[in-house]
């Protein structure tokens, strides 16, 4: 992977710029400082490796060089889509899954942030936000996809069972083809952020439907319940044990099956 094939096999697509890095922290921050500048639209940092990589919280996002794809895509978003920025993970996890199906591998989205193939995490995805004032400016979205086999971390370094695509499919990946299809199909999806088609979209896909779950987050009680689908703006639905509905909002949420 370097600058120049990726302007070639991305250059169909109508994004903004690109910044490619052999290695770098956190495309994430990169992105972050570059969309608070004076990024385009679609613009796209990406790297080989990640030697600070984040998940939520500040928690590790593991990326060896030459094994997976880091990238983060700069959304401006329009006064349409404003409103409606709380499903971009869900735009996000979707692109990705769509991306994968091809596959014809079994793809869930593991609420609210996680691409999960057979069970199995493949994908991680942070967004974060610019803000001017009380007004977002861009949204930056992360994401992190194990692409062959030595992309997926030790067992012990991780809170959730992970896989990479190449485990799966038991074939060489492209890791510049996989990036290519998963852009593609974002920009296609993009215009359902604004209807509740994306939301239907992102229930069909999501993992443990009507399971019993437990979700944590910090200095709470756990929860415990069915989920029963998703919100309007993308949150979780759940049917606890008196058969009530709960809604559980973003944030630092870890969702676990209960088996
Ligand atoms: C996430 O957080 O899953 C979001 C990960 C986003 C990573 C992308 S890569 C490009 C961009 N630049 C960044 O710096 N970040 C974004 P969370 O739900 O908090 O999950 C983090 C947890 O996933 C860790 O605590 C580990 O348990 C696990 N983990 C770390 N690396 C992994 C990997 N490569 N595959 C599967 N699980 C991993």
Known sequence: MNQNELKKSLSKLKLGDIKYFDSIGSTNDEAL?????DARDLSLVIADEQTAGRGRLDRKWITPKGAALAF???????????????????????????????HELNIQVKWPNDVLIRGRKVCGIL??????????????????????????????????????????????????EVLHHILATFITLRPTLVTDEIITHWAGLLAFQNESVQVESPNIPPIVGQINGLEPDGSLRLLNEHGESVTVRFGDVRVRPLT
Do not use: H, Y
């Open 33 to 37: 400082a570059w969309a608070a500048d």
């Open 72 to 102: 983060s895509l700069i959304l401006r978003p329009t006064a349409e889509e404003k409103p409606r920025l709380s499903r971009t993970v869900g735009l996000a996890a979707l692109a990705v899954a769509e991306s994968l199906r091809m």
């Open 127 to 176: 967004v974060e936000s610019v803000w001017s004032g009380e007004d977002v400016d861009c949204v930056v979205i992360g994401v992190g996809v194990n692409v062959s086999k030595n992309s997926v971390p030790p067992a012990e370094q991780v809170l959730f069972p992970a896989t990479s695509i190449e485990d799966e499919t038991g074939q060489e990946t492209n890791r510049v």
